[in-house]
């Protein structure tokens, strides 16, 4: 087996993978993009296998750490089960280590695949079906902020408020260029801002769906910087009585729906799971925003037989407000490898890691580990690739 950068002359065999793979109909105009780079598998000359890899980053404490997106991995059914996916991953662990890339978050169909190169669930995307009757009882602005339609010289505020509100929340992606087009927003149905004395207080972007009788509203962002900009878009969104039973809002700011909607008991969600690998943890743990806690420290036994760069004893250590990870140390809490993307997103606390089989050792030990990462809620994206 070959593996390999692609190039734009796999066009054709990558379209004819990805089409069989995910009943993909539109034949892309270019394979080679700024900001993504792509791997493909070669079985007697013939492309077997197609692995993307998109440059991110997320917010973890507040910081964008450098992130691999993995996406459209596609092998050819003629080849399955020879080991062209897992071939594609072990290749690109050291690719993303040396382009910058500590993290690295996908979207899996087929989660063992995954599971046994390290990755594992850590997050959400979330999606939630809002009647109208409850946009109509939620609680109205004290404040009426006028709303106008977005242009081109909107483009950098966009971006700076929605990154105002994702430095906040753990997982989000920090919608950097060249892999995000910020341009693309401005061919949604719907792109509406809210006006600030210094930039924008919210804004709303929004597509109109087919869908039961009247169609669907299905909002990707509402993002308000405070809460009378929240309380205004929502308010916007209620206009739509009469014309839409109900809208799919995107959580991008959980605080939307849990303390400002009006949702009943029980409503209709979509997650889709996404999975993170610690790629390299000494790079990862320097590039995200800590806590600032007592000196601690606590010494590490790596389980990781695709990364052996970081694996063995390593020990992280909190000093005078700096964390770090150095090697050596004792070895008293062994992580396996898919154990160190939930622990770093703060999705799970080494209780239930131990539970999982993923972590062993003293709890006593495993202590600090939770308190560095201080989970903050269920780390999120609002991105999906």
């Avoid at 505020?157 to 260029?177: N, S, W």
């Avoid at 036994?301 to 407000?321: F, N, S, T, Y």
Wanted: proline share 6%.
């Amino acid at each position: 087996m070959h593996i390999r950068e692609y190039t734009e002359d796999d066009l054709d065999a990558v379209f004819r993978l990805r089409r069989l793979a995910f009943n993909s109909t539109e034949r892309p105009e270019r394979l080679v993009k700024p900001g993504s780079r792509g791997l493909v598998a070669e079985l007697g000359g013939r492309v077997a296998g197609v692995l993307g890899i998109g440059e991110y980053a997320q917010f973890y404490g507040g910081a964008a750490v450098p992130m691999g997106g993995i996406g459209g991995v596609a092998v050819d059914g003629a080849t399955r089960g020879r080991g062209v996916a897992g071939a594609l991953l072990d290749a690109a662990l050291p690719i993303m280590r040396e382009h910058g890339q500590p993290l690295s978050v996908l979207y899996a169909t087929v989660p063992t695949l995954y599971r046994g190169r390290g990755w594992e669930r850590a997050g959400l995307l979330e999606q939630v079906e809002v009647p109208m009757d409850r946009l109509l009882s939620a609680q109205r602005p004290t404040e009426l902020i006028p709303s106008r339609p977005a242009d081109g010289s909107d483009l950098t505020a966009l971006h700076d408020c929605y990154l105002e509100v994702a430095r906040t929340i753990d997982g989000m992606a920090d919608r950097r260029p060249p892999r995000i087009d910020l341009d693309k927003v401005l061919e949604m149905d719907l792109v509406s801002v809210l006006p600030g004395p210094n930039g924008l207080r919210g804004y709303l972007t929004a597509q109109r769906e087919p869908g039961g009788d009247m169609g669907r509203l299905k909002v990707h962002d509402l993002i308000g910087v405070d809460v009378e900009a929240q309380l205004n878009l929502l308010a916007s969104l209620a206009s739509w009585a009469g014309t839409l039973e109900a809208i799919d809002l995107r959580i991008t700011d959980p605080a939307t729906l849990n303390f400002l909607g009006a949702t009943p008991l029980r409503y209709s969600v979509w997650t889709s799971t996404w999975m993170l690998r610690v790629v390299d943890l000494p790079a990862a743990v320097a590039a995200r925003g800590w806590p600032r806690l007592a000196n601690a420290a606590v010494d590490l036994e790596i389980v990781d037989d695709h990364a052996p760069w970081h694996a063995g004893l390593q020990r992280i250590v909190a000093e005078d407000g700096v964390v770090r990870v150095e090697p050596g140390g004792t070895g008293a809490v062994r992580m396996h490898a898919r154990a160190l993307g939930p622990w770093f997103s703060g999705a799970q606390n080494t209780h239930a890691l131990r539970r999982a089989g993923l972590l062993e050792g003293d709890p006593a030990d495993a202590v600090v580990l939770d308190q560095l990462v201080g989970a903050s809620g269920v780390p999120r994206l609002a991105d999906f690739f």
